[in-house]
């Protein structure tokens, strides 16, 4: 559990300062609060907002997809902890260029308490229209028939994508909102976990898990899953992945969709590319083709072992979401 790191009471502040030095062609930080990040391009009026934002501890979550073509601004808390109404409410002024703005956000009680609380300041106290979607992609963290209470894992990169390309096509606010919603609605995710992390304040495990053991279905702040056993090899754990999801939602012969393969901080590329061969074989069997696949740290759990299966569901505007070109500091899609 050694870290690099200073006194942890500023592991936040020195990660975002260091974050604005290596990559200030990209984004700023608002002076009213250092919590408070926008994009340093500049966007056009009438174009409706993209803010993103949760806990610290997920990089390149959420700071790393500020940028052209996904969001336009992001809120910034503790690590696995909800940023305050404040800063999300100063980004809001920052980015509304006369449309409105999105929250996307992950569906836990801070956020959605936090968001929907900066929601009403924006309107009450700055006339600005919001509109919010959250992620529930967690198939494990409720059972289908509750899906409002599922919380939002490595499938909000997926709306994020959806919601940007809405944004940057034009469409108004309540459009937005639609494709960010379907973009969940239509979005799977379930992970493994592997090795626990530790926050920098505590220097201890978040969990326990015994040297041959692996979580299926645990969340990304660590979150107990739906069972422990023993560590499996990589097909039987993209089966089981794969084989929860499909029966969440259904998917036809002759369908695409979109796969990523999510590192939880501490797991090698070759593990996840070992994972997506896979993947890919199983959803060949049954006749699934996929139209983009990414595999990699897109939203981690500070050190983390193991790894989600994200598969979304496409039809032909979400394709053309997913196809729309993104450069940010931690994600570039030409």
Known sequence: MKKLINNPTNVVEEMIEGYMKAHSDY??????????LVTA???RDNKVGILIGGGSGHEPGFMGYVGDGMADGVAVGNIFASP?????????KAIDKGAGVVYLYGNYAGDVMNFGMAAEMADLEEDIQVGSALATDDVASAPKEEMEKRRGIAGEFFIYKAAGAAADFGYNLENVVRVAEKANSNTRSMGVGLSPCSLPQTGKPSFELRENEMEIGLGHHGEPGIEKGPLETADHVADRLVKDILQDIQINKGEQVAVLINGLGSTPRMELYIVYRRVEQLLKEQGIGIYRSYVGDYITSLEMGGCSVTIMKLDAELKKTMDHPVNCPMFVQK
Do not use: F, M
């Open 27 to 36: 984004i700023r930080q608002l002076p009213e609060n250092n919590r408070s």
């Open 84 to 92: 305050s109404p404040d800063p999300i409410l100063e980004v809001t």
């Open 41 to 43: 391009r500049q966007t």
